[in-house]
């Protein structure tokens, strides 16, 4: 038997949008249950992500950032990530632009880590990592312009190993980093790296209409 996420939406009876920002904007949904009880549920809506986890096989080493967030009050340790533009660029081109825009790297060789929902009881977010090989170094695209916490962002290359010790030890706490390189650690001690999915791979979940 396959195991596997099920398509589903419960019918919303009614939505209030509770208040917009730059990116995400906050809803309050009543949504009617399959045996008739009426809920609420307040979640971000959000344009969905990528994260890369660019692994310079030869040096066995990972392009990490160390980025202020100021929800959580911290410097992270974090792979190169951003937001999806709009619903006509291709997924892994947006990867492509985050690896440059953040690191200054560019790839030849693009597949798919691993898709996940990374807050789903609270946010709408879908992401998706990849893994990058056969790097260079490259110029940040025309007309990007470093902003905001990206303006105190630095970069460096960091042993594979050692960032696992860290992730399992809990010194290194992003969501996208820890997922990325449990899977990268995964499929290369399962023999997996030659079979993971393409960079072009169906994406379901960014198949669907947004609700």
């Known amino acids: 038997m396959s195991i596997a ?34 809920v609420q549920r307040q979640y971000l809506t959000h344009p969905g992500a990528v994260a890369v986890v660019a692994w310079d096989e030869d040096a066995d080493t990972i392009a990490c950032l160390h980025q202020y967030r100021h ?36 790839a030849q060789r693009w597949q798919v880590l691993v898709d996940i929902c990374p807050t789903a009881g609270a946010c709408q977010e879908s992401q998706r990592i990849y893994l990058a090989r056969g790097l ?20 460096e290359w960091l042993d594979r190993a050692a960032l696992l010790e860290a992730v399992l030890e809990g010194r290194c706490q992003s969501q996208a980093l820890v997922t990325g390189i449990l899977a990268l650690e995964t499929a290369r001690l399962g023999g997996r790296l030659e079979g993971l999915r393409p960079s072009d791979a169906p994406w379901p979940i960014r198949s669907r209409p947004r609700p």
């Open 5 to 38: 996420d099920k398509p589903l939406r419960w019918d919303v009876v009614h939505r209030d949008v509770l208040g917009k920002g730059a990116i995400s904007s906050f809803v309050d949904d009543r949504v009617t249950t399959p045996s008739g009880d009426t």
């Open 71 to 106: 929800p959580v009050g911290m410097e992270l340790v974090e792979i190169p990530a951003g937001l999806l533009d709009g619903v006509d660029e291709a997924w892994v081109d947006a990867a492509r632009r985050e690896l440059a825009e953040e690191v200054e790297l560019a």
């Open 136 to 155: 260079a170094r490259t110029e940040r695209p025309h007309g990007f312009e470093l902003e905001g916490e990206e303006l105190e962002m630095s970069w």
